[in-house]
């Protein structure tokens, strides 16, 4: 990719002189080069390549999508072996939107199977490798998305966010992702699974890109009924807006005890930018941060256990030979689903069970209301929060896999959001000691997705931490 | 807490082979011990949140629209027959 641009906004303006054919051509070759070591695609075929019918804004530029949003006559597999062949008869809202802005459907992006995951490790296709350091996960479950933005084997890509599943990517591959207000994107075509937490959302390089996918992306459409009936406004003005008189917030419970000193510091670091181009910085306190992930791994596993009841293999996708119908239900859902997807199932199942659902599902719906007033609370101090996007850089392949717990657990800063509905970005803060990418995090209101442009854009400008790039 | 796996297992529809069962339930156990934490938080007078917009009811009109994708959703089928979905026989018999 020397020759060729390697953000958004280059390729644009690229595609707009010269076309985007010699662009697809040369990520093609990147792609080839190095997806070897990255596993950042589930399906990239050069002659697959969907190039738009419509002159849009972005003239053919390729863009990447994670494999669980449906794209009409192309294979979605969730990552799982249960999707296997499943070829969406439609695309969604989000496929529809890019395809009118005259983009380019590039390839399909690992994932953890069903998203379920902080690592990209539980792929049925195998785990994706983090650029930076192909011993260490990309983190999850975007993974793909991420490793492929940062890799430069995409240009831009879409991912999915119920839990921290963009920006926890984002950060440990070092580039910028938008988990939108919930609302804000539609989900028609997503292939649910904690359907009042998840958000389609950008992983680009620069902050800017993302303000330009967002422009493309958001908006309300009535196939989603939770799809936010709000103006959209142009998110690229925002980043013009100078810091100067903001009020950012340093929540205590988000640098706590035993987290990693460098990302601690990077942090804080960034707190000292933002004081210094004029904002202004306070402590504020979201006291019920420490019952997040409890919260979550009830309510968005119940979520998830009643929404993937629908694979059955009756309709599509993978299917058990058995002689009678319950034993094909049984034996389909045990051999196409993997380890995590059938723990997640089965403790969804048994906090919706009769005579449990009062003390799990219904206390931890209760809890989510106090963690959503802890965010009403703060935003009556400040307008950002800022915060690490995870407690540590990212760590090594198959180090968490044999405890779900502590994998669980390397979402505490970033489930909050999704509990909430908050938007909230990721973006790189600097790098440790041994080279790898460490993320801060910022929060807005609902629907003040532009408050966070707007200061991720200052902060990006002041450190250009995005002009460093993986030796891959 | 206790909890038979198996009983959890079919009310999901996994027929979960031997060997994995000892670790989904131990998992299943340590992850159940560490959400008993909120039994600790006061929740007396809080209204459970199922939704975060506090949406009302969406209407739309009752229209009928073609989506003419039958032979597009029965391509994918794994087994049909004409226009169905096939399935292994439901009804036993006498």
């Known amino acids: 990719m020397s020759d060729c641009p390697h953000t958004l906004k280059e390729a644009i303006t690229f595609a707009h002189e010269q076309g985007s054919e010699e662009l697809i051509k040369s990520l093609s070759k990147r792609v080839q080069e190095v997806d070897g070591k990255t596993n950042a695609y589930i399906n990239f075929d050069p002659a697959r390549v969907d190039r738009p019918k419509k002159h849009g804004l972005l003239r053919g530029v390729p863009i990447s999508i994670k494999d669980n949003i449906c794209t009409r006559g192309w294979e979605t597999t969730c990552a799982s072996k249960i999707l296997k062949g499943y070829i969406p008869p439609y695309d969604a809202t989000v496929i529809e939107r890019l395809r009118e802005a005259g983009a380019t459907l590039f390839g399909k992006c690992n994932m953890d199977e069903f998203a379920f995951g902080s690592s990209t490790e539980t792929s049925a296709f195998g785990p994706t490798r983090n650029p930076w350091d192909l011993e260490r996960v990309p983190g999850g479950s975007s993974g793909g998305s991420a490793a492929a933005v940062a890799a430069d084997e995409a240009i831009a890509a879409l991912g999915s966010d119920t839990g921290g599943s963009i920006r926890l990517p984002a950060a440990f591959c070092g580039v910028v992702g938008l988990k939108p207000t919930y609302g804000r994107v539609s989900r028609y075509g997503l292939v649910a699974f904690g359907s009042s937490f998840d958000q389609i959302g950008p992983i680009t390089k620069t902050v800017e890109d993302c303000a330009i996918m967002m422009n493309i992306l958001a908006g309300h459409d009535e196939r989603d009924s939770t799809s936010a009936n709000l103006p959209v406004p142009d998110y690229t003005q925002a980043l013009k807006r100078p810091v100067k008189g903001l009020r950012i917030g340093l929540p205590k419970e988000y640098f706590v005890k035993g987290m990693d000193s460098e990302v601690d510091h990077a942090v804080r670091e960034a707190a000292e930018v933002y004081q210094k181009l004029g904002a202004q910085i306070k402590e504020v306190s979201l006291p019920h941060t420490s019952h997040s992930v409890a919260v979550y791994y009830i309510v968005a596993v119940a979520e998830a256990s009643s929404n993937l009841g629908r694979f059955d293999g009756v309709e599509y996708g993978f299917r058990a030979d058995a002689k009678t119908l319950r034993d094909m239900y049984f034996e389909t859902r045990d051999l196409g689903f993997g380890q995590e997807a059938k723990r997640r199932i089965l403790l969804g199942t048994f906090v919706l069970s009769a005579g449990y659902y009062e003390a799990y599902y219904r206390k931890g719906q209760k809890v989510r209301t106090l963690i959503r007033q802890d965010f009403d609370q703060a935003f009556k101090e400040v307008d950002l929060l800022l915060t690490p996007v995870a407690p540590t850089p990212p760590f090594k392949l198959g180090e968490k896999m044999t405890d779900p717990l502590t994998m669980y657990l390397s979402d505490i800063f970033t489930i909050s959001v999704n509990l909430a509905g908050v938007p909230a970005m990721a973006l790189p803060a600097g790098f440790t000691r041994s080279g790898l990418p460490i993320g801060m995090q910022l929060i807005a209101r609902p629907f003040a997705e532009e408050a966070i442009f707007q200061a991720a854009h200052a902060y990006e400008q002041e450190t250009q931490w995005f002009k460093h790039k993986p030796k891959i | ?94």
């Open chain 2, 1 to 94: 807490m206790s909890f038979e796996i198996e009983q959890i297992a079919e009310l999901a529809r996994l027929s979960l082979r031997p060997e994995e069962k000892g670790k989904l339930k131990k998992d299943l156990e340590s992850i159940l011990a560490y959400v008993e934490q909120l039994k600790s938080v006061p929740t007396d007078h809080v209204e459970p949140t199922s939704h975060v917009l506090n949406l009302e009811n969406v209407f739309r009109e009752d229209k009928i629209i073609s989506s003419e994708v039958r032979e597009e959703v029965l391509k994918h089928a794994p087994h049909r027959e004409g226009n169905f979905f096939k399935v292994p026989k439901v009804i036993e018999q006498q």
